[in-house]
């Protein structure tokens, strides 16, 4: 089991940042990859940012609606990934999630999520 603690989220203005930390109770070294996911209120969960949990083992992905504001990035160490969210929306508003995945086998693989942080962009 990979347990996942999300922490950063909070209220801000349209405009501001603010810096999303996701920290495991594990190395990323034996993991696959490393995702923020967002849900808006009453919508579904969608994907924000991806990357590989091991360097140089794959790209990084954004989705449309954050491409050129939103950053994923490791932090120190194995076992944090960083959101770091620029020139916030008011749609921005909603929970932000942190995945990864481990490989098993084949194309199975096992998936762990944190709890999730508010953020909430005020107009």
């Known amino acids: 089991q990979v347990q996942l603690v999300e922490s950063g989220g909070g209220s801000v203005e349209a405009g501001g940042s603010l810096r999303l930390s996701c920290t495991a109770s594990?190395?990323?070294?034996?993991?696959?990859?490393l995702r923020w996911y967002f849900q808006a209120p009453g919508s579904e969960r969608k994907l924000v940012a991806r990357m590989p949990a091991v360097a140089n083992m794959g790209r990084t992905f954004y989705a449309d609606s954050v491409k050129g504001r939103f950053t994923i990035f490791r932090g120190n160490g194995d076992s944090t990934v960083h959101l770091e969210m620029n020139s916030l929306k008011p749609e921005d508003t909603g929970v932000y999630y942190c995945?990864?995945?481990?490989?098993?086998?084949?194309?199975?693989?096992?998936?762990?999520w944190g709890r999730g942080t508010q953020v909430t962009v005020s107009s």
């Open positions: 995945f990864v995945d481990q490989h098993i086998s084949g194309s199975r693989f096992r998936s762990f």
């Open positions: 594990t190395s990323f070294l034996g993991l696959s990859s």
